[in-house]
């Protein structure tokens, strides 16, 4: 290594593949080795006070979550007022894998379940460490060849419960984000990622968004019209959040299972878990094949965070290749009426 060469020059770009309000990411090599690198420059030139805020909530987030199915980054390199985050290089993103498919032509069923589970596993790993995602979508899921699946884009995360503080209702790309969210929920927690990740299960089933909606009002109708219109007996508390209406229009049945007429009962099973109204506590065992044993209780408006004196969440075995995460708030444990149950028939 050419001692007299800055960092940056360490790396050759090859070609743009990605831009955005953070800045730009390119696909680069290191001139000494040719490893395969992404290299995301961010912005700087709107921000008076330094670097942005998502780059360094995204820094230290993934600096945390070190795991085999989150995006490793690799280094980060400040030079000349230029700031650039050092990626593991990913050959594309899930939303570019699902629309290069020929048209009518559906995820294989084996591919759903690895991209799931992989997914889930990340999330569980994130989540242990109260580390809430927020902007879980297609395009910050990316694959590479080998059928490997990671979670990027840690911009808008944020750690749970400290300092309890309200939230911002902003995030998540619409299509994905939880009702409560919409309703304008000032505190939520880790549930909200479950809801992004129960989207993109279906979307990666069908091929098509399950809630596709063009504004808010749009896309929580959207889901009232599949899962039915919540009321307090449903989800109780809802009509004290802030967007809530008395005068929103009711839907009764849930017709979920018309949209994801490919999954079978194992997989319209744990999609029911992950987008529904009623789960504050997810107790999920997964093996190879998505077997799934859940702890199911009611979400309770305004109560999704846990609190500063709050344990974090347990971790039990139920087999040789199953793995349940208890997310909860421990203090509230007694209230909860526990009901595991098994979708593996």
Partial sequence: MDPTRSRLEEFVRLEKIGEGTYGVVYKACLRDSNEMVALKKIRLENEADGVPSTAIRE???????RHPNVVKLHDVILENARLYLVFEYMSMDLRKYMDSLPPGQLIP????????????????FCHMRRIMHRDLKPQNLLIDNNGNIKIADFGLARAVGVPVRPYTHEVVTLWYRAPEVL?????YSLPVDIWSLGCIFAEMSTRKPLFHGDS???????????????????????????DFRIDFPVWSECNLRRYVPHLNDKGFNLLLVMCNFFVEVYVTVLNENVQILENVCVRSS???QCEEDTEGP?????????????????????????????INN
Avoid at 318 to 340: E, S, T, V, Y
Wanted: charged share 25%; aromatic share 12%.
């Fill in 59 to 65: 820094i230290s987030m993934l600096k945390e979550a």
């Fill in 109 to 124: 069923e084996s591919k759903v379940k690895s991209y799931c589970y992989q997914i889930t596993e990340a999330l569980c």
């Fill in 183 to 187: 309703l304008g929920a000032a505190r």
């Fill in 216 to 242: 808010e009002i749009d896309q929580l109708f959207r889901i009232f019209r599949i899962l039915g219109t919540p009321d307090d007996d449903k989800w109780n508390g809802v009509s004290t959040l802030p």
């Fill in 302 to 304: 305004g109560s999704h």
């Fill in 314 to 342: 347990v971790l039990r075995r139920f087999g040789q290749d199953q793995i349940a995460i208890l997310w909860f708030c421990p203090g509230r444990m007694n209230d909860f009426k526990q009901q595991h149950f098994s």
